[in-house]
């Protein structure tokens, strides 16, 4: 013990305890320092950062796209609405890999190749941050499949929701549209925030222009999540608004019979009711399936629609121009009554051509022989072309153009569907601006005739043949009739525009056309006589047939068998029932159908025999929202009816 103690150096002892006890004690200091100031930084610097971020974990914001609203014939008969569907969707900012996640996402969910193409057609028009749908209709399997693995698919999500429908499928698909993926380009038209969380937007028919009424309000609500996002409560909610639903003017049993009676022909149907504007039916065929849209249509089958000859995506009853043929004749008549330049008894010789004073150019009539003396009543009734070329000849093209543009030629009827055509009424100033040459007096004697450069669009058929039964009075054609609150029921009625009135000098020229117009359907020689002779009301009418292809001077009329289809005439037929008290007005053309009144008069009388003897048939489908089983007087069935005395060839 003794050495021990004499060895041990206490002095060196004390310092080793000192300066380790100062370097526990400096790291100590150095680690609460840290600890301190990693406090500071979150408590203060940092808290309010933090503070968002906490509350975002809490509460997350969920827009609510709004319901749009259902689309109703006149009857309230469904043509669009809502069904429920589980929609995959995919936003492309939170997937780092977009072919990866479909590739693996296939394994779990059908999807082909159509379904590839219509997504990547898609994500290259919505914006990074929207969900862009890769398949639509899920079944409840996949719907399972997916949920088992939802952590391996981030950015990927399954939406409940509703679906467009069309019940009446290619019926009326010109006239109710469709709906498709919304775009950036219609994003900025609609603007942006009022689409937020809402996936598609109407593309065309009523779909497009009452977008604004069907989409309604966006809602939102603020639901609490737990740490891994998952909801525990709605902390708010507000719901915004449905869509208003619209009532239109279309009656669907009159619409599905006006289809029949066109058949499998191109060409399109369009009647108004003359007293109100409102359209009753509007038919352009061929048509197409408004559902191919609705989820995004794949590249092969638009390209297929496009390049079909038959053009079914084409609108005619709107947008197709046609020349109006001998239908523009009635109008000729008020024109040359208004101007004193022909009275009703006041005849001419048809010796089957006219020529022009100091011309040996031979305008042919479509009789070649000749009608022989015509007076404005026979002229009408037999569609006389040299009584027309002479008052053409007469009146002038300023004096023509003047009275014509009073029936809206040249102009749209400001139709509530998009896309409409204006037609046109060619003038003098129209041809020096469009074709740098002066106007021909041979031009004002086709114009006589509806031919040359005038074009007209069956719409623009229908509300001519409506204002003349108006007698000069009328309104813009519209399609819908009534729009109504869903959650009020208040309904709101759509009050129709009038049109100027036509001013006549002598009143009394409205009953003399008209009394034409009758001699058409009810005499023998009418042009209409075959359609309308035995019908229990009395309707007024007009027949038309437009060249396609011209003849040489001389060359004879060959048969309508022996001419391709292509160049064959196009049939029109005008027509407004009953006289008295007109209740319906309708135009009709059959493209390359040939006579007007034998291929288009039997169509425009089975629409006519729908709408106004519909209750006095007894076997007539009184529920106009089982549309498709309507019974309709098909044109065959109208022409076994019957008697063949009218001519064949007549305009």
Known sequence: MGNYDAIKDLHAERQTFFVRALVALIACGIAIAILVSRLVSLQVFQHADFLTRSNENRMRLVVVPPVRGLIFDRNGAVLADNVPSFVLELIP?????IENTLKRLSRIVSLDNEDMERFRDRLRRTPRYRGVPIRTRLTMDEVARFEINRHDFSGVDIRAGLTRRYPLGESAAH??????????EELREFGAEGYRGTTHIG?????????VNLHGKVGAKIVETNATGRPLRDLNYDRGAPGQSLYLTVDAQLQVAAEAALGDREGAVVAIQPSSGEVLALVSKPGFDPHLFVDGIGFKTYKALNANPTKPLFNRALQGQYPPGSTIKPLMAMAGLEYAVTTEHERVFCPGYYELPGSSRKYRDWKRRGHGWMDMDRAIAESCDVYFYKLAEQLGVDRIEAMLSQFGLGSATGLDLPGEKGGLLPSRDWKRAAKREAWYPGETLNIGIGQGYMMMTPVQLAQTMALVAMRGQGYVPHIVHAEEDPLSHTMRRVAPTPVPSIETRDPRAWSEVIHALIEVTTTQGGTGYRAFHDAPYLAAGKSGSAQVAGLAQD??????SSVPKHLRDHALFVAFAPVESPQIAVAVIVEHGGGGGSVAGPVVRAVIDDWLLRDADPTADADAGNAAGATVLTPAAAAATTTTTAPEGAG
Request: hydrophobic fraction near 30%; charged fraction near 35%.
């Open 175 to 184: 006239v109710v549209g469709y709906v498709g993926g919304v775009s950036e």
């Open 203 to 211: 593309k065309n028919g009523v779909e497009r222009s009452h977008e």
């Open 555 to 560: 060359e004879a009329a060959p048969e309508l």
């Open 93 to 97: 900012e939170q997937v780092d890999d």
